[in-house]
């Protein structure tokens, strides 16, 4: 009889792939299966996020709530990045916890299993070439790491805490993955780091072919079963005028670019270390606007951080309405431990950072009631990756629209021209033309 395992995992794209880590190396190196009902679960794990104060509150109540559903005997375990930045700490708040494994521990999966207590939260353990079992959750679009940790020292940040120093993983191994996937029917290959296009700066295999992210991002397109190519998150600072060229150029990589504005005021990003300032951001994206017309700019947003003036906000507002996003992701300033800014004096009182967080939120759909009614009668070439409640399928464009259609499975995995006919703030509504 196979053990059962139930996962639940919070957080960013990385994590969901550590997840998927985790799931190949419990069911195929170790007897195990995974269920979806944690009363089954012989182990239950949290692989968790600490980007921000929330998740990590939420992580003591719901592994108290796990202790409580758990059938009699089954181990529970927390992964990720709080179980990096707390380690034992977990264990003594919450003593039923039987194993705490670090972001960068994730191989060690199958030795924490097998013990009552175990803590590994080691931040300079190099996993870069560590040949994990093979599991992937959406079979059409393969997640694939090309890098490990983080070594930016923005000031709010606490990844590069959770998640270690930046190491990048041999491009051998990362096209071997793509060529594997896409064989497999994953027509879409998804390239995952904290800071992609830093990508090639340092490997932990002295073997490793030298290249950049641009580089890489070439030879992957030239698998033949790839058909798109998409990566997060890259870094503004690093958008130099080749890696904009070739993103233009090359028609497998997809035209939707991340670019994580944080604040729009030179003087706020100057104290979050971010390395560029308002004019070059604007400069890169408007300068990708030019180059592909169609491009789909998403970005991530603080407000709040310590001494951001009204003055400086309104510049934040100003990037907005000049670059006009089409996707924000937009956060209050959390202090985290173990970073710069949570030292900083000037906090800004919650109340301002609610008001100005409504603000950008206001700001973008004002934005996105602009633009998305333009959307109905194009045509798209989408690809369906997954079922959707009331009889739809759900896919995305080139340029990351997220498209809705009515019709079954027999579209997942396929390209279809899709033309929308109706839109709203989040996704576009369409009939499959052919
Ligand atoms: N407070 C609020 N938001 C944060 N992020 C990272 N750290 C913090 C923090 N301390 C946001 C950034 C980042 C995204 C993943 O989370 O915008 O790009
Ligand atoms: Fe991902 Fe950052 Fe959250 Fe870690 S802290 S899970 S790297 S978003």
Redesign the pocket.
């Known amino acids: 009889m196979r053990k059962k395992f139930f996962i639940e995992t ?6 969901v792939r ?1 997840s998927e880590h985790i799931i190949a190396e419990l069911t195929q190196k170790e007897n195990y299966e995974l269920t979806d009902r944690l009363e089954d679960a012989d182990l239950i794990i949290i ?6 104060e929330k ?1 990590v509150h939420k992580l003591f109540s719901e592994v108290g709530v796990f202790n409580k559903r758990k059938k009699k005997g089954a181990k529970i375990g927390v992964c ?3 179980a ?1 930045h707390l380690g034992e700490e977990i264990i003594k708040k919450a003593p039923y916890v039987n194993f705490v494994l670090g ?1 960068r521990n994730v191989s060690k999966i199958t030795k924490a299993v097998k013990e009552d207590k175990f803590v590994d939260i080691d931040i300079d353990y190099d996993e870069s070439t560590y040949a994990f079992s093979d599991f992937r959750s959406n079979p059409y679009k393969a997640l694939i790491n090309i890098s490990i940790g ?1 070594d930016k020292k923005c000031t709010f ?3 590069p805490h ?2 270690g120093e930046e190491i990048s993983i041999p491009a051998e191994l990362i096209l071997q993955e793509a060529k594997k996937a896409a064989k497999n029917g994953a027509k879409e290959i998804f390239l995952l780091g ?1 800071n992609v296009n830093n990508y090639g700066k340092r490997f932990g295999d002295p073997n490793a072919k030298k290249m950049d992210f641009t580089d890489l991002l070439e030879m992957v397109s030239e698998i033949e079963e790839v058909e798109r190519i998409r990566f997060t998150s890259p870094h503004p600072l690093h958008m130099d005028d080749r890696f904009l060229e070739v993103f233009a150029k090359n028609p497998k990589i997809c035209k939707s670019m991340h670019m994580p504005l944080q604040s729009g005021s030179t003087k706020v990003l100057r104290d979050m270390k971010r390395g560029y300032t308002k004019e070059w951001f604007l400069d890169r994206a408007l300068k990708l606007r030019e180059m592909v017309p169609d491009v789909h700019i998403s970005t991530d947003i603080i407000v709040g951080f310590p001494g951001e003036s009204e003055e400086d906000f309104q510049d934040t507002l100003d990037v907005i309405r000049k670059v006009k996003f089409e996707q924000i992701f937009s956060f209050k300033y959390s202090p985290r431990p173990l970073t710069k800014a949570a030292e900083f004096e000037n906090q800004i009182d919650p109340d301002t950072a609610s008001r100005r967080l409504s603000e950008v939120q206001a700001l973008h759909d004002e934005i996105l009631d602009e633009i998305i009614p333009k959307e109905v009668g194009k045509v798209y070439e989408v690809y369906f990756e997954e079922l959707k409640s009331g009889g739809r399928v759900g896919g995305r464009s080139d340029n990351n629209f997220l498209v809705l259609v009515e019709g079954s499975e027999e579209l997942l995995g396929k390209f279809k021209k899709v033309k929308i006919t109706r839109a709203s703030r989040h996704s576009l509504f369409g009939e499959v033309l052919e």
């Open positions: 919070l957080g960013c794209a990385m994590n550590d692989n968790t996020c600490s980007v921000r998740p990720g990045c709080t990096s972001a983080c940040c606490i990844v959770t998640r904290q």
